[in-house]
């Protein structure tokens, strides 16, 4: 089992950043994989960012590029998200995931229990 816990969620203007932090305890792996998805309110969970955290690559969804960005402690075992120039469209619930394969693709196995992000225009 891996236990996922959100924080940093809140209540920003459009422009604005914000980071959200992702701890992970339990049976986790060095070969994993943890990425971050949102849901706006009545649309379907989409994903945002994941990270590999075995040697650091990232992947991001193209709507996020060059405007979020994903990282990982190690030490810490805590993934985070650090979105700059927030825009109200990035509204939604944040959930942070792992998935005990490798690669891009795939399902992830545990998920967190969601944090707020409200950006305002």
């Known amino acids: 089992q891996v236990q996922l816990v959100e924080s940093g969620g809140g209540l920003v203007q459009a422009g604005g950043s914000l980071r959200l932090s992702c701890a992970a305890s339990?049976?986790?792996?060095?070969?994993?994989?943890m990425g971050w998805f949102r849901q706006a309110p009545g649309k379907e969970r989409e994903f945002v960012a994941a990270?590999?955290?075995?040697?650091?690559?990232?992947y991001y969804a193209d709507s996020v590029k060059g405007r979020f960005t994903i990282s990982r402690d190690i030490a810490k075992n805590t993934v985070y998200l650090q979105m700059n120039s927030l825009k109200p469209e990035d509204t939604g619930v944040y959930y942070c995931?792992?998935?005990?394969?490798?690669?891009?693709?795939?399902?992830?196995?545990?998920w967190g229990q969601g944090t707020q992000v409200t950006v305002s225009s």
């Open positions: 339990g049976r986790t792996f060095s070969t994993h994989v």
């Open positions: 995931a792992f998935k005990r394969r490798t690669g891009w693709a795939g399902e992830y196995d545990y």
């Open positions: 990270i590999a955290w075995s040697g650091g690559s990232t």
